[in-house]
């Protein structure tokens, strides 16, 4: 079984640490991995471990999957998660784990994706977008949702290129961060409540179960939960099941079943909200390839419904032969 890691972009260091705990927790009695590693350059390298991806030379234009029957990309972010790397895998025939070209392109889009998932009564952020050649019109933009807001790249994960804009004097160089990773830059009204994100596992049979709900409790002086947070032990508390009302509880399952098959989403998402003190339920976004690292959200919220880490990966990859 192939696991393809890295990748030319921003998230290249989350997918390499989440397919070293992949490859740690597969169940070697069923499995083989073979690392695929993509250079920051985008060079192909079949490897015998993650860690020999960096200082691996020159690599090839295209995968070596001789001998694969079944793909599992670790990879997060652009030319990975979007479609790009799943239509590969479609051209070559292979199987592979997770979301297709469709579902992966339309997920990673963010302003597309919320199109769709508003359409289908799912409740999103009021955004607005601009990009390099509308970038004067931020100001108006921002001035009709009012501050505090966030800027981000439309199509970017792990909070990479965000940023909290208190005031019009910081959204010049909000803007600029957010189109240095992407051509369009969302503007975002900042939404107050807890994060509370749910797992979304798809079943062999296509039946769709949902772990537990985990909530952000963050610590420390971030302004929000950002790649730092995100990345760094300690930072935050994850609480798992989230201490909410089973009404609610009952409330985000449903959207979060509601926006996997909106997408036309396979085999896994991680379904991100928020959740104010009156109950009121926002989604952020949809991940269709979510970290597998220590700090991880995806695998920790399995667990608390009785599936480990390797019993889902196990699941995963069973869907993934099925779905092909």
Request: aromatic share 6%; with cysteine; charged share 20%.
């Amino acid at each position: 079984m192939g696991i393809i890691f890295g990748g030319a972009n921003s998230e290249h260091e989350v997918s390499c640490a989440s397919a070293m705990h992949v490859l740690a927790n597969l169940d070697t009695d069923l499995f083989v991995g073979v690392p695929l590693g993509i250079d920051r350059s985008g060079g192909w390298h079949r490897l015998a471990s993650v860690d020999d991806l960096e200082g691996a030379g020159e690599g090839t234009r295209f995968p070596d999957l001789d001998g694969i029957d079944v793909v599992f990309p670790v990879l997060h972010g652009r030319f990975g998660e979007d479609g790009t790397v799943q239509g590969l895998l479609e051209l070559a025939g292979v199987p592979y784990v997770g979301c297709g070209v469709l579902a992966s392109a339309l997920a990673m889009d963010k302003k597309l994706a919320q199109r769709l998932l508003e359409a289908s009564g799912v409740p999103t952020i009021p955004t607005h977008s601009v990009t390099a050649a509308t970038a004067d019109e931020a100001p108006t933009l921002a001035a009709d949702l009012g501050y505090p807001l966030f800027v981000k790249p439309n199509r970017s994960g792990s909070s990479v290129g965000v940023s909290q804009v208190a005031s019009p004097a910081e959204l010049d160089a909000a803007i600029a961060l957010a189109l240095e990773h992407d051509t369009t830059a969302l503007i975002q009204k900042a939404v107050e409540g807890d994060e509370v994100d749910l797992g979304v596992l798809q079943l062999v049979n296509g039946d769709l179960t949902v772990g537990a709900p985990l909530r952000v409790v963050k610590k420390g002086h971030s302004a929000f939960f950002d790649y730092a947070s995100k990345y760094t032990e300690g930072a935050v508390e994850l609480e798992v099941p989230a201490r909410i009302p089973e009404e609610i509880t009952e409330r985000l399952v449903a959207l979060a079943r509601l926006a996997f098959t909106t997408l036309s989403c396979d085999g896994l998402a991680r379904v991100d909200f928020f959740v104010g003190r009156d109950g009121t339920i926002t989604l952020n976004e949809v991940n269709t390839l979510p970290g597998l690292t220590a700090l991880s959200h995806y695998p920790r919220m399995w667990p608390p419904v009785g599936i480990s880490y390797t019993e889902l990966l196990t699941k995963l990859i069973d869907r993934a032969g099925v779905a092909a």
